[in-house]
């Protein structure tokens, strides 16, 4: 039962409310509106549920706290500071300014005890999901009797705006698959948004649609006030174990303010006399900014000092626990240095030009059956293409309920379902959760489009998450220009922090395997062929962890042929045609342009010199490839459905066209100027 | 009542499940398992309820049906050829072979009768939505007592992928709220996926949900056989006139066949015994394929007889009406041409540089303002930011059901709700309807990524769309990192058929509603700043049309600066720099790259001649420049949270930084080689 609630709580919560409210004003900038009608229900969860250490934000089996509202920062700042994370007085006054660790949204990695990048809506509930599937996960792997070692709930806040997203729609319904019962969404109901009240735009009844998903509903009539309200809710969530459950409170939008309960007070600074009164009306001083009262100091002062034990005694039961289970305990130990296996590289398998023409994404199957046994924390799977991503390793186990049939929470193959938004959202909260898990989804290429709104996330957050994405090109054939990437690897490359790695054959693709498991703070999108590709002489897993190298080459060659994934066995074969005429060439595999980037002007330019034609290749947009290349084969429309062959034929995707544009690049370039 | 079915009905399924068959296996490609399951539904859809005409698939006032779950575009090719339209056996023979008309998924445009692209899943139901908001919008605002010019229903048929997508939430979400009376889709529940029995991933209760959403729920049990449950379940819908209505049809996936019911007939082609046994047991000659039986073929021929006396009495109708109402008629039969009210272009605003700076987005308010009175099949909204986009004009009514109390379907201004993925789709179905309906939407520029789906789907079918984004860069300010676009432009200038127009000033703003609103068959982003900029000298509308242009020049240029949006006016400052050192330049302005290119190279090189060096400058990345530029000054890692001025200084997006680099770029330019 949680300790009652006194006087000092209302204070609290009304110094929240002014925190936030100070905070937005000095910014003159920012959002108080919901802060002011989320305080009540995040004052009872962090003082009387939160079971976290704020002078350990990264203690792996903390309670996680998620803003999905995430341009109610000022809330949960307020709160980080209060609880005594690394949050002070002075960063609530920086709000929203240069170089300050209270930016306008929350980030990852900004401020401590913020666990995940919110504010772009729907993603924060969904990041939530994925935190408590990685709870459940790894509770199941290594928890033992009488050893709980994860056991952690997931707390997140929610308003109108993400619960309109597509992306927690699916992530919702994920979550009532999965029955997640440690995942507890409180759900701001304020009846208005940006444009109004809710009758506008919002008018289903969104208890109904989680209760369809297989979400446990809960109400509190007065958000505002009755905190007992909140709190009974809040332990009745956490009795109900086999289902996520959705809190519905129904809360005030600026809850004080003279035009609270409108959109008026959403996210626009208060006017000064509406800030006095509201002040003056919660009994705090109206002269004073940043103002935190001595009796509140106190209480939460006594949480933190509370808080502090939850680990203690965690440490304690986890050294018995390595007592008792020395593997595990090394193996967690293991993970949460963020170390993989040892040796585990040595599992990536090699090939000769002798090894059978084989798609890259079969490739890609071959390394998830030569790697995932000794990488526990790799864990992922497919939204509904299992099948033709070759993503299901040979020993995989469904990640499923426990009373499924069909797999329980240790299992590791995720069915994501057609949610290809929600796969990318739930990976990043998997990842955010730490313990060394790398999450994977895997999908067709062209739809990661889907997913952008997460994939930039995982991109802005460092998410290590892997995109295992196949059909990567015009080679999906028959399926059409709706299947058919065109603009996205341009689109996918201009993203700051993305490996997108796209590999020619066997080595290539082991080796962009052995980048994506290694880059602990980039996000990678595997892009990898339907179709057969040929092993090719000159390719290595070394060469291509440098993101471009000269494959093949030949003494003064008099053109450059850049290819990438399955174009580069056509470059080969073009400079064999050429090599009949007596024209010299070198061949060039790109498979990541961030890496090669990476490796300084020096490695670049002897791979591609000045004052010789380079001539890029890829079955996609040319657009970015003026970087690299003089002229560039590639694709500037959509596609068309056929067998793959016509198409790189009319495309021009063909050893021949690509000798003739050669031979017309050697020709032309002397006449070429900058 | 509809026609009471008899044997001759169920020949007709069976045949249409063989021609699919049949399709497939000759393609070697392709899905059966669906199509053999939803014929039925189809079947007593297109011959006892689908008001249309083969002989004229453009007909404004037929009813639309949309296949969501477009890979089971077999069905529908079937369908097409047994009513009528241009689509021939010879046609199905060709099922997804190189330049054939029946392309692997449904393509708008490619094949008669087909009324939207579908394939990517979760887009047709979210296209059928944007159709019935048309014909609700177009029968409120031309509809006359006894003259029902515009009342078609649409119908979908949709599957569980789609059922999971987010972007199918968001706009099912919507049509609830919206009331969509005559919106009835067919939900093909078979229990499978791709990955096998929806037990591993799909547990939610779809009509519980539906039903939260507004909508009216159906089921028929058995929709292999009950033809008449579901002709009842159709006509029963149609008596629901303030709801959409879903109707769960229960079916098995490849009826027929001996993998029924699992997930292995889905999309590989089946075995040749098993074919066999399906057309012995379907009572159908198993040594024909693409078989028709007369009896079958009379009986559609029927139907197509039939149909055709829908235009000819909308046509008398009509008729009638143009007598009653003239005007009315008249603006009807202009919009049916596709020609914009005249002299329409002549509203739109020009200034001087001694105009106020402002920022885009509200010289945007400024032209919606002045053209929507004289453009009433202009009609759009907001993802809940309207506000901030400013994007409601002065006269706008809110487009609602017609008994909220708030607006009525012949308002034209929408409120999306945060749901920028199905914002996009329902346009797209918008667009679809016909009758010059150009739908537009606003959204922050960075959270277009979210509705990049259906956004891709604009360019590939060919819509006219407009994305109105404003807070287009780091000019965001506060905001921060998670609110800024960095790699949107070029991710969206890589995709084909989208014009994507950044103006710098009120006249490129008026430029770019001409431009956009001119492009019949290409989509428009608009990106539009938050912040204000100066009216420069030199803008006009006729320069900017052409994509890009001199803005202001000075003999022998030593360098080009050249920008777009916001950054015009920050390289006409750096030029004033640069003057001071008498150092003569040029600045170039691109609003529109795509249209730059489109002028061909004699005026490009004029504009960007060979031998000068070019400096771009765009607050974004610096991805795809290189075609245009010698160097790029650009954001290439992820923004910050901070006053927007500041952060355009922390990124040298200043005249001083650009005048610095232009210097050295003049210095180290002779050196550069290719
Ligand atoms: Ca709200
Ligand atoms: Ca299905």
Not at 183 to 209: H, M, P, S, W
Not at 216 to 245: C, F, H, M, R, S
Not at 477 to 489: K, L, V
Request: proline share 5%; hydrophobic share 35%.
């Amino acid at each position: 039962m949680f300790d009652p609630f006194t006087e000092v709580d209302k204070r609290a919560i009304n110094t929240i409310r002014c925190l936030a409210l100070d905070m937005t004003s000095k910014a003159s900038s920012g959002h108080q509106g919901a802060p002011m009608g989320c305080a009540p229900m995040a004052h009872v969860l962090f003082t009387r549920f939160m079971k976290c250490n704020p002078s350990n934000s990264q203690w792996i089996n903390r309670d996680r706290f998620v803003l999905s509202n995430g341009h109610c920062c000022a809330l949960q700042y307020s709160l980080l500071h209060l609880m005594g994370y690394k949050v002070t007085l002075d960063d609530l006054r920086d709000f929203r300014q240069y170089l300050s660790i209270t930016p306008g949204h929350p980030e990852r990695g900004m401020t401590d005890g913020v666990e995940v990048t919110t504010g772009p809506l729907g993603q924060g509930i969904s990041n939530a999901v994925g935190l408590a599937i990685a709870q459940a996960h790894l509770g199941a792997v290594y928890n033992r009797p009488g050893f709980e070692i994860f056991n952690n709930y997931t707390y997140c806040i929610v308003g109108d705006g993400c619960l309109q997203e597509g992306v927690a729609s699916e992530a919702a319904s994920m979550a009532g698959h999965y029955k997640l019962g440690k995942l507890i969404a409180l759900y701001d109901a304020n009846n208005i948004q940006i444009d109004g009240d809710i009758k506008v735009q919002f008018t289903e009844d969104v208890c109904t649609r989680f209760k369809a998903y297989g979400w446990n509903i809960l109400k509190v009539e007065d958000g505002d006030n009755d905190l007992d309200a909140i709190a009974n809710a809040i332990e009745e969530a956490k009795k109900q174990t086999d289902k996520p459950t959705l809190i519905y409170v129904h809360t005030t939008i600026g809850c004080g303010s003279l035009l609270q309960g409108t959109a008026k007070v959403h996210g626009c600074p208060l006017k000064v006399e509406d800030v006095t009164q509201i002040k003056e009306k919660f009994g705090l001083d109206p002269t004073k900014q940043f103002n935190v009262p001595d009796d509140v100091r106190a209480f939460y002062n006594g949480i933190t000092t509370k808080d502090a034990e939850y680990e203690k005694e965690w440490n304690a039961l986890f050294e018995k626990y390595a007592a008792a289970y020395p593997a595990e305990a090394k193996e967690i130990t293991r993970r949460l240095r963020g170390e993989l296996a040892e040796g585990w590289e040595k599992l990536l398998p090699t090939y000769t030009p002798a090894d059978k023409p084989t798609a890259t994404r079969k490739l890609s199957e071959t390394v998830l059956n030569a790697i995932c046994d000794a990488l526990p924390e790799f864990i992922g799977g497919s939204a509904d293409l299992t099948g033709s991503n070759l993503t299901k390793w040979k020993s995989a186990k469904d990640f499923q309920a426990n009373d499924s049939g069909i797999g329980d929470y240790s299992g590791r193959y995720f069915h994501y379902g057609v949610r290809e938004h929600g796969m990318a959202a739930v990976m990043n909260g998997i990842s955010a959760y730490g313990c060394g898990l790398i999450p994977f989804g895997a999908g067709f290429l062209n739809f990661i489009g889907y997913a952008s709104g997460a994939v930039r996330l995982s991109s802005l957050s460092k998410h290590q998450v892997v995109y295992i994405m196949t059909h990567d090109s015009i080679g999906v054939g028959e399926d059409g220009p709706t299947h058919q990437p065109i603009e996205t690897f341009a689109a996918l490359r201009a993203q700051p922090n993305l490996n997108v790695v796209r590999p020619a054959d066997g080595n290539e693709v082991s080796a962009a395997y052995l980048q994506a498991l290694t880059s602990k703070t980039t996000p990678t999108v595997l892009c990898l062929t339907r179709q057969n590709v040929p092993h090719l002489q000159g390719s290595s897993i070394e060469n291509a962890m440098k993101g471009g190298y000269v494959l093949q080459d030949e003494p003064n060659p008099k053109i450059i042929l850049a290819g990438t994934g399955s174009e580069v066995s056509l470059c080969v074969e073009a400079a064999k045609l050429l090599k009949q005429e007596n024209i010299p060439s070198r061949v060039v595999s790109l498979p990541c342009l961030s890496l090669f980037d990476a490796q300084g002007p020096e490695y670049r330019n002897k791979v591609l010199p000045k004052g010789i034609p380079i001539l890029s290749v890829e079955a996609g947009s040319t657009f970015g490839w003026a970087k690299y290349a003089h002229r560039s084969i590639g694709i500037d429309t959509f596609g068309i459905s056929a067998p793959a062959g016509k198409i790189f034929e009319h495309f021009g995707l063909v050893p021949t066209e690509v000798a003739k544009k050669a031979k017309l690049l050697i020709s032309e370039f002397p006449k070429m100027t900058l």
